[in-house]
C-alpha cells in the first residue's frame, strides 16, 4: 500500500487500516510491526510504504499494489512500481496494481486513460460522493454547494471527472526540520468548529520566513476538548488568534489561562489575508497532511466572464482560515518596525476595550 509521503501513508492508509480490522473482528489475528508499518496475517504480508524516494523500492516483489492519491506520484515512479508486481503468482490470480485517485488532471490520463496498449489491461472503476453512504448530510451539501462556486472543483470531487486547477492561490514549499527552526516568534491559528474540523497551527517566524504545522484538525469537539487540547498542543504564553465569530468561546478560552484574541477582522480582511500570506515565503512541516491538501486545493472564484474574482471558494479551507488569522492580524500592525509591540499593542487595546 503506497503513498508519496510517509506522514500522509501514516494518517490516511495505516491507520485507517488498523481500524477496519478491529472493524472486522480480526486485529487480535494480526502480527503488526507498528514501526516498519507491516502486518501478517494468514502467511500474507501487506507493506505500508512511501515513495518519496522511490529507490527503497529496489529489490522488492509484490502480488497486488494498491496506490492511494496517485496523482501525487510521477510517471516514472508509478512505471517503477508496475515492474515491482514480480511475486510468483497462483493460476487464475494475476498480479495486480490499484490506483486511487481524485481525478485531477495528471499522467494518469493521459498515460493510462488516453493510451490505448495502456488501457487494453485496466478497468476503470468511477465512483462519486453518491456512492459513500458514511458521509454527513453537512459535508454532502458542501460538495453540492461547489455547484455554484467552481466547475473544476465540482468536476473532480462531485461527478468524478478529471478536471484542471488553475486557479490555485497558494505556493509553498514542504520540509522535513521543521522541529530545527529555532524561531524569532512563534504564534497560533485557531478555526473552530464542530460538524466541520476544529483547525489549529502553529506559525514559526524566523528572518522573515514563515514555517508552518498542522497541529489540529478534529471535528466534533466540545468546547472543554478545544480547550484541552490546545493547552496540550500549543507553546504556553503564545498568542493565538482565532475566528472572531465565537466571542464565548474564545472567552470561555481565556478564563482557561489560555491567551486567546480574536483575529481582526473588516470588509476586505480575506482578501487582504490571502494577499498577506501569497507575500510570504511560506514552508509547511512535511507531517502537515491536512494542511498540504488544503493549500493544493484552495482556488479562486470565477466570474460569470471566466475572470477571476477576489473571492475563494469555500472549500476546504479550515487551516487555511486559521493560517490566515494568525498572519494577517500579526502583520496588520504594518506601521510598527517591532511586530512584536505590535502584537503587545494589538492585545493591549482588546484587554482595554
Not at 3 to 15: D, E
Not at 248 to 260: P, T, Y
Not at 299 to 321: A, T
Amino acid at each position: 500500500i503506497i503513498r508519496k509521503t510517509r506522514p500522509s501513508l501514516k494518517m490516511t492508509c495505516w491507520a485507517p487500516f488498523l481500524e477496519m480490522l478491529q472493524d472486522f473482528g480480526i486485529y487480535e489475528y494480526c502480527f503488526i510491526n507498528k514501526s516498519d508499518l507491516n502486518l501478517l496475517l494468514n502467511g500474507n504480508i501487506i507493506y505500508f510504504r512511501s515513495v518519496d524516494k522511490i529507490s527503497k523500492m529496489k529489490s522488492t516483489e509484490f502480488n497486488y499494489i494498491f496506490i492511494e492519491e496517485a496523482d501525487e506520484i510521477d510517471y516514472e515512479t508509478y512505471h517503477i512500481l508496475k515492474t515491482r508486481l514480480s511475486a510468483r503468482t497462483i493460476e487464475g490470480q494475476p498480479n495486480q496494481m490499484f490506483i486511487a485517485l481524485n481525478p485531477v488532471q495528471c499522467w494518469i490520463q493521459e498515460k493510462i486513460l488516453n493510451n490505448p496498449k495502456e488501457l487494453k489491461d485496466v478497468k476503470v472503476i468511477k465512483s462519486t460522493y453518491k456512492d459513500n453512504p458514511f458521509l454527513s448530510k453537512e459535508y454532502i451539501k458542501i460538495l453540492e454547494d461547489l455547484k455554484y462556486q467552481d466547475e473544476n472543483l465540482y468536476k473532480i470531487y462531485c461527478l468524478g471527472e478529471f478536471s484542471q486547477m488553475p486557479n490555485k492561490i497558494y505556493t509553498y514549499n514542504i520540509i522535513d526540520n521543521y522541529d530545527s527552526i529555532n524561531a524569532d516568534e512563534i504564534i497560533y491559528g485557531l478555526d473552530f468548529g464542530f460538524n466541520n474540523p476544529t483547525a489549529l497551527i502553529e506559525i514559526k517566524m524566523k528572518d522573515k520566513v514563515i514555517y508552518e504545522r498542522e497541529l489540529l484538525y478534529q471535528t466534533g469537539l466540545t468546547t472543554e476538548q478545544i480547550i484541552d487540547r490546545v493547552k496540550c498542543l500549543a507553546t504556553p504564553n503564545k498568542y493565538i488568534f482565532a475566528d472572531a465569530e465565537d466571542a464565548r468561546l474564545i472567552d470561555e478560552m481565556k478564563q482557561a489561562g489560555l491567551m486567546v484574541y480574536p483575529a481582526l477582522k473588516d470588509k476586505k480582511s480575506v482578501y487582504n489575508g490571502i494577499m498577506l500570506v501569497k507575500s510570504l515565503k511560506i514552508n509547511i512541516d512535511i507531517n502537515s497532511v491536512n494542511l498540504i491538501k488544503e493549500k493544493n486545493n484552495y482556488i479562486w472564484k470565477k466570474r460569470p466572464d471566466g475572470s477571476l474574482s477576489d473571492e475563494p471558494v469555500k472549500f476546504l479551507d479550515h487551516l487555511l482560515d486559521a493560517e490566515r488569522y494568525a498572519l494577517y492580524t500579526y502583520f496588520k500592525q504594518n506601521n510598527v518596525e517591532n511586530k512584536t509591540d505590535a502584537l503587545n499593542s494589538f492585545v493591549n487595546y482588546y484587554i482595554k476595550s
